[in-house]
């Protein structure tokens, strides 16, 4: 069994819904239970994927259940979890920096270990230690801004951390972007910006003649330029071809969860090989 790690790098705000008020937010983000860290749970990947064969890049019917298998029988792929990597945070030193943390790096190094990817093939990244109170990693110097919290830059991310990154991110542009606003933040420093940095919205259902509210309800998303990762792991070549062959590079996008017909959910999709290098 092969396994590929892919990056779903968000294009427009993503809601994966909890299914569950929390507090003043109605429909909140799924998140890890140990954690708090935002997730997409890899039945939505799967069945993402699923409706992908069957609509943007049509495969014939037998061909879908044989991939992605039925109620009653496994098929040749398998998805996991997509795992937040980067988390776009509004910053005043600059427009935004994307965030992570040791504790992320650490689970990207081991899952990268799953796709069959050693050091000694592929520079892997460090997994930083952020030293002292407020402290963050990260280019520049002196003070950054982050929503309302001030941290102190106490040395830049290791080089690696941008390279290996950056084969989850297809536009090249973007990829140009990841050494000036990555941050390594503690691992309870992110956690605090996953559960109070995410954007809510407020969404409203008014009367069809009076224009009255019938139901106000608040939401989060994810934001866009979140990366995310996920595992797939196939049974036979034909299978991982199948699934390379539903993205193109004229057309990688892969819509997630929910309120897709206001324009949410788009992902830009890129395959990294063993190499290292997005596909």
């Given at each position: 069994m092969k396994t590929s790690m892919i990056g779903l790098l968000a294009e427009t705000a993503i809601h994966c819904g909890a299914g569950r008020s929390a507090g003043i937010v109605d429909l909140p983000v799924a998140r890890e239970a140990t954690t708090d860290f935002p997730f997409i749970a890899g039945s939505g990947v799967k069945g993402a994927l699923r409706g992908r064969a069957r609509g943007g890049r049509p495969v014939e019917t037998?061909?879908?259940?044989?991939?992605?298998?039925?109620a009653d029988r496994a098929g040749k792929v398998l998805v996991s979890d997509a795992r937040l990597l980067l988390l776009p945070v509004r910053s005043l030193t600059g427009t935004y920096r994307w965030l992570t943390s040791p504790l992320v790096i650490e689970r990207y190094h081991r899952d990268l270990a799953r796709c069959g990817v050693s050091a000694t093939r592929t520079p892997l990244p460090e997994i930083p230690r952020v030293d002292g109170v407020?402290?963050?990693?990260?280019?520049?110097?002196?003070?950054?801004?982050?929503?309302?919290?001030?941290?102190?830059?106490?040395?830049?991310?290791?080089?690696?951390?941008?390279?290996?990154?950056?084969?989850?991110?297809?536009?090249?542009?973007?990829?140009?972007?990841?050494?000036?606003?990555?941050?390594i933040v503690s691992d309870d420093d992110?956690?605090?910006?996953?559960?109070?940095?995410?954007?809510?919205?407020?969404?409203?259902?008014?009367?069809?003649?009076?224009?009255?509210?019938?139901?106000?309800?608040?939401?989060?998303?994810?934001?866009?330029?979140?990366?995310?990762?996920?595992?797939?792991s196939t049974r036979d070549a034909a299978a991982r071809a199948a699934v390379g062959d539903l993205f193109t590079e004229t057309d990688p996008y892969l819509q997630l969860g929910g309120n897709e017909t206001v324009g949410h959910g788009w992902t830009?999709?890129?395959?990294?090989?063993?190499?290292?290098?997005?596909?």
């Open positions: 037998e061909t879908v259940t044989e991939l992605f298998g039925t407020a402290g963050a990693l990260g280019a520049g110097r002196g003070t950054l801004y982050l929503e309302e919290r001030e941290f102190q830059l106490r040395g830049e991310c290791p080089v690696e951390l941008h390279t290996s990154i950056g084969s989850l991110v297809r536009p090249a542009v973007t990829r140009a972007r990841l050494t000036p606003q990555v941050v992110f956690a605090w910006f996953c559960r109070y940095a995410v954007p809510v919205q407020a969404r409203n259902h008014l009367d069809a003649e009076t224009k009255k509210s019938n139901n106000l309800w608040y939401e989060e998303s994810l934001p866009a330029d979140t990366l995310l990762y996920s595992l797939i830009i999709v890129s395959f990294r090989d063993q190499a290292g290098a997005a596909s």
